[in-house]
């Protein structure tokens, strides 16, 4: 049988920080390879949480489901947990069944749910969706839903790579002095996740968030991740770019929830514009952001990538000029030309319309929304005409490549 | 919204609440919601609200009034509503306003029964659901199904009483199969809240549903359509129930993994539950499956990929083509539905009549839009270009 199965380690301290390490090793049939240590390193003064296995649960799910294996957990799951992931387990394996396998969990210690822990740990790397939650929950903006934010979280391994030390210091820094305008302290994490899970960081980035908050459970009960995804954007997930499937999305989040640690995803209900209007109330929040993870310089934004200039549009539709973190490499309307849109980005043009925006970017972007909206119908009509599988199809495919004769 | 004591109304317990319209200190009408239920069996509290603001929050973010509830709610219910809130009011804000809700008694640290129950209609969707738990197919996410619930007043209205006896003598003779008793529930909620019902169909259900949370902390709803094709806003899928669930009551989404053919193919091995499958609502009689409306035509569609026979409860059809030409495909979901079936059919290599008449119906949909969405890409909604269009076309008709 092909199993995957985790050792959790005991916790040990290395200079400034607590390592919580789990052993990852790969057995087919009788067969062990070596293993991985997938490892977490938290500040000194956050209290582990032992027995629990959750964290390295979540963390690899993706990679043993990719790799058809059982999951065999040496350590302690709660009931919950349990239940969410199979679930989580099964909206993957429909979305995208050639890259993931329904696999089997088995675990040593299955624990009855307890109760939450007041009090929120949020996600925050400095970019809009991070700082727009703790931002609105900080202020109790959210209504029944506002949580209690004991600090925020900023994690090295991730978007910034381990040995950039530099890059995190420059974004941790200035992060901690945005959150300090709010009461809100924040937290360095530090995890080897991206050198142990090799698996496609726009399927995980979920499930490696998730795993790095649960770090914090021993302390809080609840995470909070900002979401990147607007909820009139959902419409339908077959229909999307790449069949709906993205590591972190309010479809699927709530299903890394844990016993004693649930995961609100939030600021669905907010387009990118709104988070960034609602944002000019805290002036630290919006002048010191960093969206950006596609630059070389990973402590700061780049001003040319699709999210960089997304986030600079944005600002211009609210009427606000665009803050000196984004760098201005090049004029809006020629940078609209050189990235790479997607078809939620006619959202921007709609925005403009009725805002009354008349900047010259505004016809860029239309003109470049419109070919893309041909090409996408052209792709549509072919596949009613030639369905994908058909005889007619791969005819027509004979035809083309004699055509080109090849 | 008041809560009012519980009372016997003939061989039922009726569980009710006023609600009452107000501009300022005037009321402008009362009426009563009710549900009612089996006696016998634990009720939730007489001050439990959590049906009653589950059952109207669409109904005042239509009407645009703050809703105070004069009862008890869970913390986590009024948490997850504010998100559910805040769907609707973001995708159709034309139709829903964000309305505020203040609660007199917030509930903290609620704990629900492990027990489950299941929403029963006979559809494909619950019968699945009921089986897949039953036989705990679903690895750590099976629940202990101990009830199945059926309501009378939602897909059957109140007024069709032979109609629903006939659908639950039915089903309860199914679920005996499985030693598992069937409860009804009956309301009034469709004739109080006048809110497009496939916005409401999730919402009154759980509402519905959750009048036996005495009995079990879990409410199963068989999903409607998968992960791969739902759509938001929508009465119910795998986005929006989960935020219907309350501390003393979780609302479990089930089988959104599964397609409609998929569930068919396991519901086969059930006799009882196969044969007595109900998923019309277009017919005639809302008890019996007319084969000649959309879902039943889509699920003889299915029946046949999956080279199932047919089960007692279809009339025999003998060619589905004509049936198929007639539809129209005006809900997303459907087309995805359709979409999904055709894009079967042909990874089968299926040559048969239906085929063609699913994909003369698809280039119908795919086309009858084409024209408004072209207009809208050279003229935009709201651009000068189309303000001066509309103006030309004016002074042209002088």
Redesign the interface.
Known sequence: MRAMHLFPEASERRGGYLRRGCRIERHDAERCKEGDLLWYELPIQEIPDEGDAETFMIAVIMMAMQERRTLRVHGTIS?QL??????YR??W???LPQTYHPI??EVDH?EEDG?LRPGAVCAFSGGLDGTFSIWRHARGL????SQTIVHGVMIHGFDIPLDDQEGFSVAFERGALTLRSLGVPLRPLRTNFREVVRTNWEDVHGTALVAALGCFKASVGTGIVGSGW???N?????ETER??AWGSN??TD?LLSGGAFRILHDG???TRREKIRALTAWPEGSNNLRVCWAGSDKGRNCGRCEKCVRTMLAFRLNDLSIPDCFPRVAPLHQLVREVKVTRWWHRL??EA??RGVREPWVGAL?FVL?RH?IRRRIR??VD??L?????RREWAKMLAVDGTGT | MYPEPSLRVGDRVRRSCRIERRTGERVESSELLWFDMIPDHPSPDDNDAESYLLATLLLSMKEGRTLVVHGAVT?EL??????YR??W???LAHLYQEV??E?TR?VE?AVARREAICAFSGGVDSTFSLWSHAGRN????SQTVTYGVMVHGLDILLAEERAFARAFARAAGTLRSMGIPLLQVRTNLRDLVPVNWEHLSGPALVASLGCYKGLAGVAIIGAGQ????????WGTN??MD?LLTSGWFQVLHDG??RSRSQKLSAIAEWEEGFNSLRVCWEGPTTDRNCGQCEKCLRTLLNLKLEGLRLPDSFPEVDDLSPGIRKLRLTS??VH?EW??L??AA??R?IREPWVRAV?LL??RR?FRGLGPQMLN?IL????VRRRRAKALLTLGRG
């Open positions: 009931r349990l239940g969410n992931l199979t679930e099964d909206a394996c429909l979305w089997e969990f299955v109760p959210a209504g029944h839903r607007y909820y009139r959902l419409l339908p997930p077959s069949h709906g309010p479809v709530h669905a209900d907010h043009v709609e319309d009725t239309r419109r909206a549509e009509t009613i005409l369905p994908p599988g058909s005889r | 913390h009024a948490s997850n509503l504010t998100e805040d769907i009011s973001s995708c505020d809700f609660i917030v640290g679903n690895g750590y996410r998968t992960y791969g094709s739902f759509l938001v806003p795998a986005l989960p959104a993994a997303p979901m995805a979409s999904d055709f894009a042909n990874r290599r994909r698809l280039v795919a890409t935009p909604p709201g651009s």
